[in-house]
Nanobody, 120 residues
């Protein structure tokens, strides 16, 4: 199972970016899919999470500014980030709970990070 994240870059404060994360490989089912971020010297932080039924959960620092969506047919999640702030600067990672065969249970898979830099 591979998770490919894309869409990071450099943006000015107040701007927007859209991240994508596509899961591929031997996949039977995906449960939750998440975006995490980690800035230098800081702990990893949950940004947003979306379940298979499209229910969502957000970290307090991004509520009202970020929106997570999911396309189950494409095994892909998106993160629309608006009103970006310098403190949003971090490496953003996607994570998915994947069952590769029926009955085996779910394991966590993490994609490579994508850098988001917000200049003031």
């Amino acid at each position: 199972v591979q998770l490919q994240a894309s869409g990071g870059g450099l943006v000015q404060a107040g701007g927007s970016l859209r991240l994508s994360c596509a899961a591929s490989g031997s996949i039977f089912s995906i449960n939750n899919m998440d975006w995490f971020r980690q800035a230098p010297g800081k702990q990893r932080e949950l940004v947003a999470s979306i379940a298979r039924d499209q229910s969502t959960n957000y970290g307090d620092s991004v509520k009202g500014r970020f929106t997570i969506t999911r396309d189950n047919a494409k095994n892909t999640i998106y993160l629309q980030m608006n009103s970006l702030k310098p403190e949003d600067t971090a490496v953003y990672y996607c994570l998915a709970e994947v069952e590769i065969e029926p009955g085996l249970g779910y394991d966590d898979y993490r994609g490579q990070g994508t850098q988001v830099t917000v200049s003031s």
